[in-house]
């Protein structure tokens, strides 16, 4: 008896499945990704609009905790060989999987689709396009990316005496603006901002007093002159002036929520977050103060396709790249999530124009992207990172000065890439 009861659940399982596959004729997409909360939920929200108007495609999200769990769970999949066949990347990760031969050269399939071509590469902003290539090829294709901002108090700009409607362009007027907000005062004192030990910061800082991370021959540069600069103004606003002060990451926007400063750097998808909480006044949105350069680092993660061996999967895959990356869909996702709209003509559409009518101020901080750049490729560069933040903390709390704290990091980061490079001998 138990032996026919076998016979019969084998064969309806093998059925069963059959008929599931036959039903439905769909090619399935794993997607792995780092995004949560209203991102997430707007993402999922795409995904499934995708799904309705490809009959023959399944795209299936698979939400990882944070981007370092998700880095630790690519690679422990590629090693399994059990990869999925899209997730999120950054394009320090991009050269690792590179050396590995796990991905799909995109530029090949670019080249075999009669329906994508240069016009469309054309079409993406430069540093987008820039980020993606690596050893001459695209192996990867710009998906959640974002820039860094000013939000501001209106309200308290025009308590202030000053107009609403502009904000410090540059960094000696941003340390005066920070100066008229400070203020001693009942129930608690008000400053200008607060800032966080954030390596993004930095990297924005750094080059926009004319310094880089890393050269062409992956030498650590960020301890330069430029970059001893960039870290003394921060570090002279904390500890000299005193119109500023430090926080853990994220309590810097809550202090912006709660008045305790006028002005808030932050990621673009920042007020995304906030807009979680009320907010009681109004709020400004304002680009970079520049100094010798206007260059504005771009983050946020690109999307790579894993080799199957399955022709369908990574052709379906592409299918979901290019419908997510196209105009109407980049326009959407940018102005649903305040991350930045990938291709040019996205800015001409009802739906992005309609959004700047709403936030006109929005447009400058689109427009830094016409004088962006992108972090390094170099696969060591992920960890150093992380690193770098914790020599920024040794800088914020005067363990070490700004040139101490720089020639840290760019020691560790060279040790990094040493590894790296013995690593894909």
């Excluded at 690519?74 to 950054?90: H, N, R, W, Y």
């Excluded at 959407?332 to 559409?349: E, G, I, N």
Aim: hydrophobic residues 40%; charged residues 20%; contains cysteine.
């Amino acid at each position: 008896m138990q032996r026919i009861f076998i016979i019969i659940l084998a064969l309806a399982l093998l059925f069963g499945g059959c008929g599931k596959a036959s039903q439905s004729g769909k090619v399935r997409i794993s997607f792995w990704h780092g995004l949560s909360g209203p991102l997430g939920d707007t993402l999922n929200e795409m995904i499934r609009e995708f799904n309705r108007t490809h009959k023959d495609i399944e795209v299936v999200a698979n939400s990882i905790s944070s981007y370092t769990a998700l880095s630790q769970k690519l690679m422990a999949s590629i090693q399994a060989k059990k990869q999925p066949d899209i997730a999120q990347v950054f394009e320090s990760w991009t050269a690792k999987y590179v050396a590995a031969d796990v991905l799909v050269n995109i530029s090949r399939l670019i080249q075999e689709d009669p329906n994508f071509g240069q016009a469309d590469l054309d079409d993406m902003y430069p540093v987008f396009l820039n980020s993606i290539t690596y050893q001459d090829s695209i192996w990867s294709f710009p998906f959640n990316k974002s820039v860094r901002a000013y939000f501001y108090n209106k309200d308290e700009f025009y308590r202030a005496g000053l107009d609403p409607n502009y904000f410090p362009k540059t960094w000696e007027e941003f340390r005066q603006y920070c100066r008229i907000f400070t203020k001693a005062g009942k129930p608690r004192d008000t400053f200008g901002t607060n800032f966080a030990p954030n390596e993004w910061q930095f990297i924005n800082l750094l080059h926009q007093a004319g310094g880089e991370i890393i050269d062409a021959n992956d030498n650590p540069t960020l301890n330069s002159p430029a970059g001893v600069e960039a870290l003394t103004f921060v570090t002279d606003l904390l500890n000299k002036e005193k119109t500023v002060y430090s926080v853990k990451e994220y309590d810097g926007q809550n202090d912006f929520l709660a008045q305790i400063v006028a002005m808030y750097e932050g990621s673009s998808v920042s007020i995304v977050h906030m807009r979680q909480q009320p907010i009681n006044f109004n709020i400004g949105y304002a680009p970079l103060p520049t100094y010798r350069t206007a260059e504005s680092a771009i983050s946020g993660a690109n999307i790579v396709i894993f080799r199957s061996g399955d022709e369908r999967r990574e052709k379906a895959a592409w299918e979901f790249i290019k419908w997510f990356t196209d105009t109407p869909q980049t326009a959407r996702w940018s102005v649903d999530t305040f991350y930045m709209p990938l291709r040019k003509s996205a800015m001409q559409t009802d739906t992005v124009q309609e959004f700047l009518a709403e936030f006109p101020q929005f447009q400058g901080i689109f427009d830094q992207l016409e004088d962006a750049v992108f972090e390094p490729q170099n696969p060591a560069w992920f960890n150093a990172r992380m690193e770098l933040k914790g020599y920024l903390e040794k800088a914020f709390t005067q363990v070490l000065t700004p040139k101490e704290a720089l020639d840290g990091a760019a020691q560790t980061l060279a040790k990094l890439v040493a590894e790296e490079k013995k690593k894909l001998k």
